[in-house]
């Protein structure tokens, strides 16, 4: 069974960069067909897609977040990251990692989440 665990600062200052990192477990990162993405949930709001990293290492983002955001991998590690740039307490919320097939809106897999909270 997939297991996958964000970790990263709970505390971010506004205008810094949030950098996550979510470990993988019970699978590999480079299996066909699978995708990586980030989500994340405001406080009192839905879920937001972020981004994502494909098994064979491309990476796409949201339009929404105004390429603010980067997404990268460590095979020998079995993880990938995101960076957020230019964060404000917009950007406070609750990130999660996620698996997925390609193309697909179903997340098989979720990290029990992490908040991050952005804050003089």
């Known amino acids: 069974q997939v297991q996958l665990q964000e970790s990263g600062p709970g505390l971010v200052k506004p205008s810094q960069t949030l950098s ?25 709001k839905g879920l937001e897609w972020m981004g994502v990293i494909y098994y064979d290492g491309v990476a796409s983002d949201s339009p929404a977040l105004k390429s603010r955001t980067s997404i990268s991998r460590d095979m020998s590690k079995n993880q990938f990251s995101l960076q957020l740039t230019s964060v404000t307490p917009e950007d406070t919320a609750v990130y999660y990692c996620a698996q997925s097939l390609i193309g697909s809106w179903s997340f098989g897999y979720w990290g029990q989440g992490t908040q991050v909270t952005v804050s003089s």
């Open 20 to 44: 996550l990192t979510c470990a993988v477990s019970g699978g590999s990162i480079t299996t066909t067909y699978y995708s990586w993405s980030w989500v994340r949930q405001p406080p009192g």
